[in-house]
């Protein structure tokens, strides 16, 4: 299956469009919110395309991006959205609206496994085992190939994915317990935000 991966500088063309339910994740420098810092945002409709902007780390000046984000019209799939919307939120100083996370809705509609990983969920749905070999590479410099393919690896398949899992929740009665758990997406990225790391619901 061949895909159109598009590298963009600083933000994503106004002419672009990606329709109302896109798949968006990030690439950092490391997972530290206080030490590391966004590098890339990917985009995809879902439709074999992705768009990776490769952010300006002295304005992160990204109107379009920005907009595109903070549409509450737009639903954007994320896997894990916990750190990728705690590093766009700290980056970008936008709000994200109508977030959806496939790590979620895997954790409560597969209960008959413990592996909820994009890699894992690729597979299973997808029918590709992809290399996650790349995961720590320098995401802050010029980037190889390799490295833009393995990028839009993580975005290229979450629309589909987010409808498979969608038909488990509804199948297992679950997608109300789903919708109620991502609600709390926000407060736990504001958590996150304000240094609190340890499970608040813990004894």
């Known amino acids: 299956m061949s895909s159109n991966i598009k590298l963009h500088k600083e933000d994503l063309p106004a002419e672009i469009h990606l329709g109302d339910k896109i798949a968006v994740d990030s690439e950092f420098t490391g997972l530290d919110l206080n ?20 952010l300006n780390k002295n304005n992160y000046n990204s ?3 920005k907009k595109i984000l903070n549409d509450k019209k737009v639903k954007k799939i994320f896997h894990y959205a916990r750190s990728d919307c705690a590093f766009i ?7 994200i ?19 909820h990983g994009l890699k894992d969920l690729i597979k299973e749905f997808i ?35 987010y409808d498979s899992l ?16 991502k609600i709390f997406i926000k407060t736990r990225v504001n958590l996150d935000l304000a240094s609190f790391k340890e499970d608040i619901w813990s004894h």
């Open 35 to 54: 030490r590391d810092r966004l590098c890339l945002i990917q985009l995809s409709s879902g439709k074999n395309d992705a768009h990776i902007i490769k």
């Open 63 to 65: 109107p379009n991006l």
């Open 89 to 95: 939120k700290k980056y970008l100083e936008i709000e």
């Open 97 to 115: 609206e109508n977030i959806e996370c496939t790590k979620i809705m895997s954790k409560i509609g597969r209960s008959y496994s413990d592996k």
């Open 127 to 161: 029918g590709i085992d992809i290399s996650k070999q790349l995961q720590s590479s320098d995401f802050g410099g010029e980037l190889s190939d390799k490295q833009l393919s393995y990028c839009a690896n993580d975005v290229l398949y979450l629309v589909k994915i």
């Open 166 to 181: 969608s038909k488990i929740l509804k199948r297992e009665n679950r997608l109300d317990l789903y919708n109620e758990a």
